[in-house]
């Protein structure tokens, strides 16, 4: 599976891109100190040899708090500029951000085909996903201000409700989708008119770059500040301040954990996470194989399986899965394997240097307890690779089993009666998605009302997803806290909050008053077209 490397011109990498700054207070601040250099597992040459794609500042726990400070100078306990807003100015900078964004994409898109190794489709669609997120977030922005624009009346008391911020928002996004995941929880933090300190991935963290002074220039200092380094280095440190409102990240439980951990004030610490998740698909014995397979290949397969939407169990009935197994397996091996730009690509390599080791102690651990590898190609490995391995038969007590995988392995397990996937659904710490394939109504109408109450989406006869973005994406048990959509994550990050008076000759003429005037940016009835 080694790769002969001939690149495009327009995707090589000319020179390392040094990022020498970060974003604190409205100012690029110049880092002169220790660096960390990032590396793509892609090679530039036919030796194969990470490529040097930049630098990045090591930032400690001083410029943490630096940023920190910024975030709660321009919250200002709900004082600040941005938090008292009107809602229209506040989208007028959003609007300002976006437009700036767009002229970004190609060096977006590059580097994330480089530090992340997402095909060029699917970094093509990240970037486009993602403007279309920040637009369709502006535009249910405006429909809730519509909403609120007017006073509701009960037992003589007038109330005018809206939706204020929480305060201040530390944001952690992922790798696999570093642009599009991560701006889904800073987007809506920040036009709900909370301040942020966003730190990037580890993977996906250069690509940021080219949208710093987008950034800096669209929002009044403080709003968004952007630091690099080290989780437990910069992350920890603003949270045992106790000054952090809201928690907002996508990774992994365990730092989840530790970073609450850190709070103070737990009690006081709002929560929105996207976590791990084991979703299986479940394959009925009269479902349409042609289909089943197409989806399953999809799910299991798509970037690599480094989604936790990604299909990571395939239950297959006991009457088909000999049949299932062997087409499967095929389509599998017929996968090309190739560095993102080249086309019809589907599998490529993986970001993390040291996955394919992790990949391959998966699957010994399978062997040795009874699974077999189906694929021809299964557990083939190169310097950045390791070929998609079809496990079967898989056992509860195999690691793959346990642990959500986050890469290219595939265990399939039959099953004979239906309650033993959903046992184990049960069972499961994680409870997000599940794919469910067939075609009788009769059964199918029952299994659906049982698999709602243990995930949050049940993909009839498609693979799981978490498009289209105003759908709600969430999860239960550790896979995930708080809602994320176009529309929930509004309301995740902001909370109700209303004037309420007395109906009255005296507060009736102050309210009229306080409309015409419009001194206020919260009591008003105006309409944002």
Known sequence: MSLKVNIPKEFQIEKPLHQETYLVNGELRIWRGQTSEVYSTISSTDDYKPTLLGTIPTLGKKEAISALDAAVNAYDNGQGLWPTMKVE???????????????????????????????????????????????????????????????????????????????????LGPYNYPLNETFALLIPAIIMGNTTIFKPAKHGVLLLSPLLEAFQNSFPKGVVNILYGRGRTVAAPIMQTGKVDVLALIGNSKSANALQNQHPKSNRLRLVLGLEAKNPAIVLPDADLDLAITECIAGTTSFNGQRCTALKVLYVHEDIVEEFNKRFSAIVDALKF?????????????????????????????????????????????????????????????????E?????????????????????????????????????VNTLAPLIDTLVNLVCRVNLNSSCQRGPDVYPFTG?????????????????FSIRTFVALKDNAYNNEILQDLLDSKASNFVNTDYIL
Request: with cysteine; glycine share 6%.
């Open 404 to 440: 959500e995988q986050f890469g290219p392995v595939i265990p399939v397990i039959s099953f004979s009666d239906i309650e033993e996937p959903l046992d184990d659904m049960a069972e499961s710490n994680y409870g997000q998605q599940v794919s469910l394939f067939g075609k009788d």
């Open 476 to 492: 239960r048990k550790d896979s995930a806290v708080a809602t994320l959509s176009v529309h929930d994550a509004l309301r995740s």
């Open 89 to 171: 100015d506040r989208i007028a900078c959003m609007e300002k951000f976006v437009s700036q964004m767009k002229t970004k994409r190609e060096e977006v898109v590059k580097l994330l085909m480089w530090e992340i190794g997402k095909n060029l489709p699917d970094s093509q669609k990240e970037f486009d996903r993602t403007v279309e997120y920040i637009y369709d977030t502006i535009e249910d922005y405006k429909q809730m201000d519509r909403d609120s624009a007017k006073f509701h009346k009960h037992d003589g008391v007038r109330a005018h409700i809206r939706r204020g911020p929480l305060g201040v928002v530390l944001c």
């Open 338 to 402: 190739g560095n993102p730009w080249e086309e019809g690509v589907k599998l490529t390599p993986l970001p993390e240097p040291d996955k394919p080791a992790y990949i391959q102690g998966l699957i010994d651990d399978a062997l040795a307890k009874g699974a077999i590898i189906i694929n021809e190609k299964g557990g083939e490995t190169s310097e950045n690779y390791i070929f998609p391995a079809v496990l079967y038969p898989v056992s509860k007590d195999m690691r793959v089993f346990q």
